[in-house]
């Protein structure tokens, strides 16, 4: 009879029960903040919204900047295209000189 109740003992103490905190993957499980969960999800909602809006407004300002540094951009474009039409204009002003001063100086 002894040997029963010490295997049944055995046994019994073999089947540990391991609480949920130190099986779980979760890192949550079990910890003190668990109780507050509502609290916490929203707490990390606020701050969701808080980093959304910040993001929003980062975007509405590099979109802006974009705007202005592709307009200043263009108007550089602009603004190369009409020297060098002046240039090849006033190339050809100047070969124009050279070539009455060619004549001038034949006559």
């Known amino acids: 009879m002894l040997r029963t109740?010490?295997?049944?003992?055995?046994?019994?103490?073999s089947r540990l029960v391991v609480p949920a905190r130190l099986s779980s993957t979760?890192?949550?499980?079990?910890?003190?903040n668990a109780a507050h969960?509502?609290?916490?999800?929203r707490e990390q909602a606020l701050e969701n919204v808080y980093f959304r809006k910040q993001n929003e407004e980062l975007l509405t300002q590099l979109r802006k900047k974009h705007t202005e540094l592709e307009k200043k951009s263009d108007d550089i474009e602009r603004e190369q295209k009409?020297?060098?039409?002046e240039i090849k204009k006033l190339e050809k002003q100047r070969e124009q000189l050279m070539k009455n001063a060619q004549k001038t100086a034949k006559q």
Do not use: H, V, W, Y
């Open 37 to 41: 969960d509502k609290f916490a999800e």
């Open 26 to 32: 979760d890192p949550s499980a079990g910890s003190i």
């Open 82 to 85: 009409r020297i060098e039409e």
């Open 5 to 13: 109740t010490g295997n049944i003992l055995i046994k019994q103490a």
